[in-house]
């Protein structure tokens, strides 16, 4: 009976949205062979695969057709370019003769860049977590030409080579229990063809197992689908006093949080994510209106905030920290922050950039207002110096998405290492701080190697180097601070922190000249784009008057790159379809937006907005706002209608990651709410609408602000832990938007208030006349100021 309902289903989608068969049946013995077309791509992640011998395939109409017409099973792989262990594969996998025969031969293989097709992405590691317990990657999956999932996985080892997968990709940053595990199925060639024997010889039990597995997928994926549809207009708004959702989930979700925290190493699990998200909501506790810590209580709000400050401090001085440089890496493999994976990536630099900001601005600025020599404003100009710098910053003025983990060591090598730009062993270290060799050069040399803990048979631990791949290398580390090896080499604080600074110098310089720069990923995507935009203008505005020259150029970036994504990927002519592109590499993508690119970017321009008082900013988010709520939202729709729910339409409220359209009806639409590496889509939107409908004076966009967080109850008030994100917004239902009202930039005390405070509840700056005229008694739930 259910395989019956979502066979049904299956029809009417079809019937919905007809897949174009090609212009003529071609007969299969004169089908032209499969060539390698990763070079038609806009992504240079697949385009870099353009050399490889295996005929990758791009997703499209055609592609699907002809797998259908054949009757192969699809081979897709997922993954990125900064990723080490997807440098592996296509180095020991995808460049091998022998693997890349069998795949063009048994299978079409599709390649997908996850940051191009985040869509699938999810499904698929939604799929992977379901039966493998873990995800990550890349992801290796075998489809049928349906793209029913058949089998899949993460990194499994080229013919003939042995790798290391514990603390790869594979860990899931929703539900890590401890190291992740490993495949045991052998490697790549070996599963291929596992695979390609189950289909040829039980097609017929591979498809029906798939078609099963697609169904319990879809029920594993329905986040934010089942709250009971409750009308729109005004029963939408009243929705808010109905639901269940209140301060206690805040109070619920900071108990968890707490039992999962580290009391030694600080963070959450192993292996440790920074978790943006989760560090945000922990230091807002504190900032958000008082009734929030009446209900938690004021200890647990202080032990929340103490938890975020011990975290962030363990990734400041952690080995995810590029001492020598900027930024920060993705994960640490281990529990004491020591041995991270290596790429860097420009979203996840951008949160951490607002969550030190939030530190320093809310914890350890002083009471005349901040400055540069208070804890963590030091990490703030770092990271957004890292940002605006000419790394990360194109010359056209938008952000790339990252910079690689494997690099070569020295000019002229011919295989790229991990890790090979940042890793330094105890010879090379001396050579480059030592210097002369005096006794006084000495002496800073054994402060140098104390202060970053560098020994001399390497600071990796060889339970997390099983193939001796870090032999003899030291990560970088803040082993003791200032005071502490002031205590041990009997130097005042003032020199040793001189010794430190004199080490660092040399070893960067060092470094950029010997080494080669990790490879960028260049496209410049729409949704990081945001995130950069919404840290830099935000950092801007609070260093007015403490640092005015970085101050502007802050701000004079993030102004750059949202007119250039204006410019180069917004059609604002565009009424009907999706107006915005995904992102640029060369030209535009073909790939439309996804709803996390509208979220994002909207949020960008509202902090914009409040920096700037430029009311163009807050236009464009408005207008990117309607957009985004007529391409991805599920509107809640009476009863009375006799709308029936689908999976593709559950008509409860809420925004689906991807449009209603699509090449296929496999490609499974999902609701984001769950905070993960980044915060959820719909946690962003939601604060959007409530910031939008003060601005604006729409009840509107404040009704919809309710229904997006409502869509959400049932998972809320189970896990409100996972949905913490979410929560800052319950928090604007009960107690209504933050809104300043200001004559203008004259009023610089106001102003400067609103920039110097942390991120807390949905807060908005109108300017008296001009943006949201007498908006007081407009919309409900308001605190004027």
Same mark, same amino acid.
């Given at each position: 009976?259910?395989?019956?309902?979502?066979?049904?289903?299956?029809?009417?989608?079809?019937?919905?949205?007809? %897949?174009?068969?090609?212009?003529?049946?071609?007969?299969?013995?004169?089908?032209?062979?499969?060539?390698?077309?990763?070079?038609? +791509?806009?992504?240079?992640?697949?385009?870099?695969?353009?050399?490889?011998?295996?005929?990758?395939?791009?997703?499209?109409?055609?592609?699907?057709?002809?797998?259908?017409?054949?009757?192969?099973?699809?081979?897709?792989?997922?993954?990125?370019?900064?990723?080490?262990?997807?440098?592996?594969?296509?180095?020991?996998?995808?460049?091998?003769?022998?693997?890349?025969?069998?795949?063009?031969?048994?299978?079409?293989?599709?390649?997908?860049?996850?940051?191009?097709?985040?869509?699938?992405?999810? !499904?698929?590691?939604?799929?992977?977590?379901?039966?493998?317990?873990?995800?990550?990657?890349?992801?290796?999956?075998?489809?049928?030409?349906?793209?029913?999932?058949?089998?899949?996985?993460?990194?499994?080892?080229?013919?003939?080579?042995?790798?290391?997968?514990?603390?790869?990709?594979? /860990?899931?940053?929703?539900?890590?229990?401890?190291?992740?595990?490993?495949?045991?199925?052998?490697?790549?060639?070996? !599963?291929?063809?596992? !695979?390609?024997?189950?289909?040829?010889?039980?097609?017929?039990?591979?498809?029906?197992?798939?078609?099963?597995?697609?169904?319990?997928?879809?029920?594993?994926?329905?986040?934010?689908?089942?709250?009971?549809?409750?009308?729109?207009?005004?029963?939408?708004?009243?929705?808010?006093?109905?639901?269940?959702?209140?301060?206690?989930?805040?109070?619920?979700?900071?108990?968890?949080?707490?039992?999962?925290?580290?009391?030694?190493?600080?963070?959450?699990?192993?292996?440790?994510?920074?978790?943006?998200?989760? *560090?945000?909501?922990?230091?807002?506790?504190?900032?958000?209106?008082?009734?929030?810590?009446?209900?938690?209580?004021?200890?647990?709000?202080?032990?929340?905030?103490?938890?975020?400050?011990?975290?962030?401090?363990?990734?400041?001085?952690?080995? *995810?920290?590029?001492?020598?440089?900027?930024?920060?890496?993705?994960?640490?493999?281990?529990?004491?922050?020591?041995?991270?994976?290596?790429?860097?990536?420009?979203?996840?630099?951008?949160?951490?950039?607002?969550?030190?900001? &939030?530190?320093?601005?809310?914890?350890?600025?002083?009471?005349?207002?901040?400055?540069?020599?208070?804890?963590?404003?030091?990490?703030?100009? $770092?990271?957004?110096?890292?940002?605006?710098?000419?790394?990360?910053?194109?010359?056209?003025?938008?952000?790339?998405?990252? $910079?690689?983990?494997?690099?070569?060591?020295?000019?002229?090598?011919?295989?790229?290492?991990?890790?090979?730009?940042?890793?330094?062993?105890?010879?090379?270290?001396?050579?480059? %701080?030592?210097?002369?060799?005096? +006794?006084?050069?000495?002496?800073?040399?054994?402060?140098?190697?104390?202060?970053?803990?560098?020994?001399?048979?390497?600071?990796?631990?060889?339970?997390? &180097?099983?193939? &001796?791949?870090?032999?003899?290398?030291?990560?970088?580390?803040?082993?003791?601070?200032?005071?502490?090896? +002031?205590?041990?080499?009997?130097?005042?604080?003032?020199?040793?922190?001189?010794?430190?600074?004199?080490?660092?110098?040399?070893?960067?310089?060092?470094? $950029?000249?010997?080494?080669?720069?990790? $490879?960028?990923?260049?496209?410049?995507?729409?949704?990081?784009?945001?995130?950069?935009?919404?840290?830099?203008?935000?950092?801007? /505005?609070?260093?007015?008057?403490?640092?005015?020259?970085? /101050?502007?150029?802050?701000?004079?970036? /993030?102004?750059?790159?949202?007119?250039?994504?204006?410019?180069?990927?917004?059609?604002?002519?565009?009424?009907?379809?999706?107006?915005?592109?995904?992102?640029?590499?060369?030209?535009? =993508?073909?790939?439309?937006?996804?709803? &996390?690119?509208?979220?994002?970017?909207?949020?960008?321009?509202?902090?914009?907005?409040?920096?700037?008082?430029?009311?163009?900013?807050?236009?464009?988010?408005?207008?990117?706002?309607?957009?985004?709520?007529?391409?991805?939202?599920?509107? !809640?729709?009476?009863?009375?209608?006799?709308?029936?729910?689908?999976?593709?339409?559950?008509?409860?409220?809420?925004?689906? =990651?991807?449009?209603?359209?699509?090449?296929?009806?496999?490609?499974?639409?999902?609701?984001?709410?769950?905070?993960?590496?980044?915060?959820?889509?719909?946690?962003?939107?939601?604060?959007?609408?409530?910031?939008?409908?003060?601005?604006?004076?729409?009840?509107?966009?404040?009704?919809?602000?309710?229904?997006?967080?409502?869509?959400?109850?049932?998972? %809320?008030?189970?896990?409100?832990? *996972?949905?913490?994100?979410?929560?800052? =917004?319950?928090? +604007?239902?009960?107690?209504?938007?933050?809104?300043?009202?200001?004559?203008?930039?004259?009023?610089?005390?106001?102003?400067?208030?609103?920039?110097?405070?942390?991120?807390?509840?949905?807060?908005?700056?109108?300017?008296?006349?001009?943006?949201?005229?007498?908006?007081?008694?407009?919309?409900?739930?308001?605190?004027?100021?």
């Amino acid at each position: 009976m259910l395989k019956g309902r979502f066979e049904q289903h299956q029809s009417a989608e079809h019937s919905s949205q007809p %897949v174009q068969p090609p212009a003529e049946e071609t007969p299969q013995n004169t089908l032209p062979p499969l060539r390698n077309r990763a070079g038609e +791509s806009d992504s240079p992640y697949v385009r870099r695969h353009a050399d490889t011998p295996v005929a990758w395939q791009l997703l499209d109409e055609a592609t699907i057709e002809r797998a259908k017409e054949e009757n192969k099973p699809i081979f897709m792989h997922i993954g990125f370019l900064a990723d080490h262990f997807c440098h592996l594969t296509t180095q020991d996998s995808f460049s091998n003769p022998a693997v890349a025969e069998f795949l063009n031969q048994s299978f079409i293989p599709i390649l997908i860049d996850r940051e191009e097709r985040p869509d699938l992405d999810t !499904i698929f590691q939604n799929y992977s977590e379901a039966v493998n317990a873990t995800g990550g990657w890349p992801l290796n999956l075998f489809l049928t030409p349906d793209l029913y999932p058949i089998f899949g996985g993460t990194y499994w080892p080229g013919p003939g080579t042995e790798h290391s997968t514990l603390g790869s990709d594979r /860990a899931s940053e929703s539900a890590i229990a401890g190291e992740p595990g490993e495949d045991s199925y052998g490697d790549f060639l070996a !599963i291929a063809k596992k !695979i390609h024997g189950f289909w040829v010889t039980q097609e017929e039990r591979c498809r029906r197992e798939a078609f099963e597995m697609l169904h319990k997928l879809q029920d594993f994926a329905q986040e934010g689908t089942f709250s009971t549809p409750v009308g729109s207009g005004s029963a939408a708004s009243a929705a808010a006093d109905n639901s269940d959702l209140d301060l206690d989930q805040l109070d619920e979700a900071l108990t968890r949080i707490a039992k999962m925290f580290d009391p030694v190493y600080h963070g959450f699990g192993t292996p440790k994510f920074p978790n943006p998200a989760r *560090l945000s909501f922990l230091l807002r506790l504190a900032k958000f209106p008082t009734e929030v810590s009446d209900v938690i209580g004021e200890r647990e709000v202080e032990n929340g905030t103490a938890m975020a400050l011990k975290t962030l401090r363990r990734i400041r001085d952690g080995g *995810l920290h590029d001492h020598l440089g900027a930024g920060f890496m993705r994960f640490s493999v281990t529990k004491n922050w020591g041995l991270p994976h290596f790429e860097k990536m420009v979203c996840e630099n951008a949160l951490l950039l607002g969550v030190f900001l &939030d530190a320093w601005l809310g914890y350890t600025a002083g009471p005349k207002g901040p400055s540069l020599q208070d804890e963590f404003a030091d990490v703030v100009v $770092e990271v957004a110096d890292y940002l605006t710098g000419p790394i990360i910053r194109t010359p056209q003025g938008g952000f790339v998405t990252s $910079e690689a983990a494997d690099s070569y060591y020295r000019r002229g090598d011919k295989h790229m290492r991990e890790g090979a730009y940042y890793l330094w062993t105890r010879r090379e270290f001396d050579q480059v %701080v030592g210097g002369s060799g005096t +006794s006084s050069d000495d002496h800073a040399l054994a402060v140098a190697a104390a202060y970053w803990n560098v020994l001399e048979d390497g600071n990796v631990p060889q339970e997390n &180097d099983p193939f &001796d791949e870090f032999i003899n290398q030291n990560v970088l580390c803040v082993n003791r601070d200032v005071v502490e090896l +002031s205590r041990q080499f009997g130097m005042p604080q003032a020199e040793i922190r001189r010794v430190v600074d004199d080490a660092r110098a040399k070893l960067r310089a060092h470094r $950029e000249k010997e080494r080669v720069r990790p $490879e960028r990923d260049e496209k410049v995507v729409v949704s990081t784009n945001g995130m950069v935009i919404s840290a830099l203008a935000r950092t801007a /505005a609070a260093l007015k008057g403490v640092d005015d020259e970085r /101050a502007a150029r802050y701000l004079k970036a /993030a102004e750059q790159a949202a007119s250039f994504i204006k410019e180069k990927l917004w059609d604002e002519k565009q009424t009907a379809g999706n107006p915005l592109r995904r992102f640029w590499y060369q030209r535009p =993508s073909d790939t439309k937006a996804f709803a &996390d690119d509208y979220a994002f970017l909207i949020e960008g321009l509202l902090d914009l907005y409040t920096t700037t008082l430029d009311k163009k900013w807050a236009d464009w988010a408005k207008q990117l706002q309607d957009a985004q709520i007529r391409l991805f939202y599920d509107p !809640i729709v009476p009863a009375t209608t006799g709308a029936q729910p689908s999976p593709r339409q559950a008509y409860s409220g809420g925004f689906y =990651s991807n449009e209603l359209a699509a090449i296929s009806p496999t490609i499974l639409r999902l609701k984001s709410g769950m905070d993960k590496s980044q915060p959820s889509t719909n946690a962003v939107a939601a604060a959007n609408l409530f910031r939008l409908g003060a601005l604006f004076a729409s009840k509107e966009y404040t009704s919809l602000a309710r229904e997006t967080v409502n869509a959400f109850e049932a998972e %809320v008030l189970q896990y409100p832990w *996972l949905f913490v994100g979410l929560l800052a =917004s319950v928090v +604007s239902m009960r107690l209504g938007v933050r809104v300043v009202k200001v004559k203008g930039k004259e009023d610089e005390a106001k102003l400067r208030r609103v920039w110097r405070a942390p991120r807390a509840e949905a807060c908005v700056v109108v300017v008296q006349g001009v943006d949201g005229e007498e908006l007081a008694g407009k919309v409900e739930g308001l605190r004027i100021e």
